[in-house]
């Protein structure tokens, strides 16, 4: 079973807060963890990746891994208004070659 | 060529006919995956193919089919479009070596199918 989720949204925040977005995962065996931000109409682009347990940290990006919990997230820190887009989380599961499974997505919203 | 592009950005297609989505890379990547995206789906594998040569079957792979005869070029064909074919592709590509390896994306083509 090969199933990633996410909250879908829309999750608002005011400029400058914390956004704090979460994904888990049903493969116990999965090896790294993506964050893509996709703007509307826009393809997928990778803002942090992370495959060992606990915090990486990327300027305003942190991404937590908890592979006893099974899941990923990633904190955004002051919030922007250029930061309101679709966050999509993808695993790379055992036994799937060099695939992703892509949970389907949160829409941020910063609000001004 | 910078990346990935893919032809046509957009296009409306009537029913039953064939339509061959192109994908082409200048990086070297070994392996090249096609995408469908719906809304509140997310991005699922149709196709995808670890080395020019070989190919193998996503999450979605029927009514569509692919060739990777080198490594640059991965085109998706539907060989008669349906409705539910409609959709917004992504062609990705990445390398196969080591744990990390993140996947870029080309722009994408918007699929209608009427």
């Known amino acids: 079973q090969k199933e990633v989720e996410q909250n879908s949204g829309p999750l608002s925040v005011p400029e400058g807060a914390i956004a704090s977005l979460n994904c888990t995962y049903s493969d116990r065996g999965s090896q790294s963890f993506f964050w893509y931000r996709q703007y509307s109409g826009k393809s997928p682009e990778l803002i942090m990746f992370?495959?060992?347990?606990g915090d990486k940290e990327d300027g305003r990006f942190t991404a937590q891994l908890n592979k006893a919990s099974q899941y990923v997230s990633l904190l955004i820190r002051d919030s922007q208004p250029s930061d309101s887009a679709t966050y999509l989380c993808?695993?790379?599961?055992?036994?799937?070659?060099?695939?992703?499974?892509f949970g389907p997505g949160t829409r941020l919203s910063v609000l001004p | 060529i910078a990346g990935i592009t893919q032809a046509p950005t957009s296009q409306i297609l009537a029913a039953g006919r064939r339509m061959t989505l192109r994908c082409t890379q200048d990086m070297r990547h070994n392996a090249m995956y096609w995408y469908r995206q719906d809304l509140g789906l997310g991005l699922r594998l149709i196709h995808y193919s670890n080395t020019a040569g070989t190919t193998g079957k996503g999450e979605v792979p029927d009514g569509y089919s692919v060739s990777r005869a080198n490594t640059d070029d991965f085109p998706l064909t539907l060989a008669s479009a349906v409705p539910s074919q409609t959709s917004v592709y992504f062609c990705?590509?990445?390398?196969?070596?080591?744990?990390?390896?993140?996947?870029?994306f080309g722009p994408g083509t918007r699929l209608t199918v009427l």
């Open positions: 990705a590509s990445s390398v196969t070596s080591g744990t990390y390896n993140e996947q870029f």
């Open positions: 992370i495959y060992s347990n």
């Open positions: 993808a695993v790379k599961v055992r036994n799937y070659g060099q695939n992703f499974v």
